[in-house]
DNA sequence: ACCTAAATAAGAATTGTTCTTGATAAGGAT
DNA sequence: ATCCTTATCAAGAACAATTCTTATTTAGGT
């Protein structure tokens, strides 16, 4: 654990908001300001092979990276671009909702919900009903 | 519907396996030997903007295509490299295993399981059978 | 046939990420 | 303490997938 990682993951954990690559970078050069994009990639990259982060993959978009060891789902705000961790209902599986062949060996499961998280939908709902009193 | 359009389509709905981008221009190729990548990328915009397809998002790989428009998960063989689709059970839905805070609105999701096809699951115990016997 | 708008082809440009290379640093053996 | 080995880092080049730009072609309406 060297200077840059413990400054990566120091930023990763101070600030839930799963940041992309250069987003940790710009937050990480703050503290240890010689750092490069590159050893940003690598830290985020050993973290990730230890178990101490995950990546979020945002459709096309940059990479996100998590601290949240726990398994959970992602959602995407599609006004703010705010994302945020949506945790699995006690004792419930996703082999409970979706019907998977025989056989099937499943590793892991990446999940990702799109729509408008609680802040935009009551804003944009406050919008709505300004506009229809006019 | 263009020439193009039609053969992009077809493409697709003829051989259902999520073909990359690159797949779907070497498989049209044939038909239309003059059409460009940049074409068949249009293409399969324009199709998923129509709502004919949908684009599958694979971790960082090149995106994929499906024809398949029920709502439905994607398995990705970690063996093989295959992608499946994986059917909602009935009546049931994703709301059932997660727990989303209140006023949140879910637009779609994007559901991704990795693992072992039946096919390499099947492969692998039958090798590590063979294994223990020496 | 002409005009207009849309679609296509070709290649350049962009974006996000990975690779390569040489420099640097951290431990362990002598 | 010095040397040796190994891993890490920095910098920028390279890369892959996708998008953009521009000119050309095509199709449909007048």
Redesign the pocket.
């Known amino acids: 654990m060297?200077?840059?990682?413990r400054a990566v993951y120091d930023v990763l954990m101070g600030k839930r908001d799963h940041p992309?690559?250069?987003e940790v970078f710009t937050r990480v050069r703050e503290r240890?300001a010689?750092?490069?994009?590159?050893?940003?990639?690598?830290?985020l990259?050993?973290l990730t092979d230890c178990g101490l982060a995950k990546t979020v993959a945002d459709e096309?978009?940059?990479?996100r990276y998590c601290p949240n060891l726990d398994v959970h789902a992602h959602f995407f705000c599609e006004d703010c671009g705010g994302v945020s961790d949506i945790p699995l209902r006690n004792r419930k599986r996703p082999e409970d909702v979706w019907e998977f062949p025989q056989n099937l060996v499943i590793a892991h499961h990446e999940v990702a919900f799109r729509g408008k998280c609680p802040k935009c939908a009551t804003d944009a709902a406050a919008k709505a009903k300004a506009a229809k009193r006019n």
Chains 1, 2 share one sequence.
């Open positions: 060297t200077d840059q990682r992309t690559a250069v240890v010689s750092i490069s994009l590159a050893t940003v990639y690598n830290c990259e050993t096309r978009g940059p990479a």
